[in-house]
């Protein structure tokens, strides 16, 4: 089950891409908060609260206890993080999308999938376990939000599978889509054989030399002429 993680939000009343900019310039980060049948309200929050929140969980889609101070007046509201921009070079949080939910809501989240252990296959007979899914789209009630789903590989045998319909869950908590979809896999072990023209081709070719044979070469076996004498 997913534990709920606090953040501090403040109520902005500001748009546009000026106000955004004295916003980053704060240390804080633009947002805005959505659903339960309630308008959208517009957010700041801290940089640095959000980057850390990020860093510890296992996906983006973190369940939050968010306190929003709008003047001197606070409140609470579940929400679940729905998306976060990252700046596509330096990679820090851009902007950031919460979806308000209650607590006797459903909500659909996708949440990572992690094998554990080795695979029998691949201990064994030199398999390569293969991760068809990363991630499984999964519906529950807020309190019963998993932070990862965990699978067991150990007994899998080379060609062995297993899919949507096989994962262990939490009580509480479906899965959405195909049940006959593979997650993971053991594969069977590829051997490679090296074309003999690439191996010749590396070793390089083969240059013999020979000794010139005295007989066969008649400048060699010529004496050198003597000398004429000089006429008087």
Do not use: W
């Not at 606090?6 to 980053?24: E, P, W």
């Not at 240390?27 to 049948?37: D, M």
């Not at 390569?128 to 939000?145: G, R, T, W, Y």
């Amino acid at each position: 089950m997913a534990k709920q993680q606090k953040l501090t939000a403040q109520k902005r009343d500001t748009a546009g891409r000026s106000a955004v900019n004295k916003i980053k310039a704060q240390g804080l980060v633009p947002a805005v908060i959505y659903g339960a049948k309630e308008e959208p309200m517009k957010l700041t929050i801290s940089a640095r609260e959000i980057s850390t929140l990020l860093s510890r969980a296992t996906s983006e889609h973190v369940l939050v206890d968010l306190e929003i101070a709008d003047g001197g007046a606070k409140s609470n509201r579940l929400a679940l993080i729905q998306e976060v921009q990252h700046h596509p070079l330096r990679r820090n949080v851009l902007h950031v999308d919460f979806h308000a939910v209650r607590a006797d809501e459903t909500l659909h989240a996708s949440i990572p999938v992690e094998p554990t252990g080795e695979a029998d296959g691949v201990k064994n007979f030199g398999g390569i376990l293969e991760i068809n899914l990363h991630s499984v789209e999964v519906e529950c009630l807020p309190k019963d939000l998993p932070d990862i789903i965990i699978i067991d590989v150990t007994r899998l045998g080379v060609g062995d599978a297993i899919h949507i319909k096989d994962l262990q869950l939490p009580e509480g908590v479906t899965v959405r889509g195909d049940g006959d979809l593979t997650v993971v896999r053991v594969a069977a072990p590829t051997v490679e054989i090296e074309p003999v023209a690439a191996v010749a081709a590396a070793a390089g070719p083969e240059v013999i030399k020979e000794k010139k044979d005295a007989a066969a070469d008649p400048k060699a076996a010529t004496p050198a002429k003597a000398a004429a004498p000089a006429k008087k």
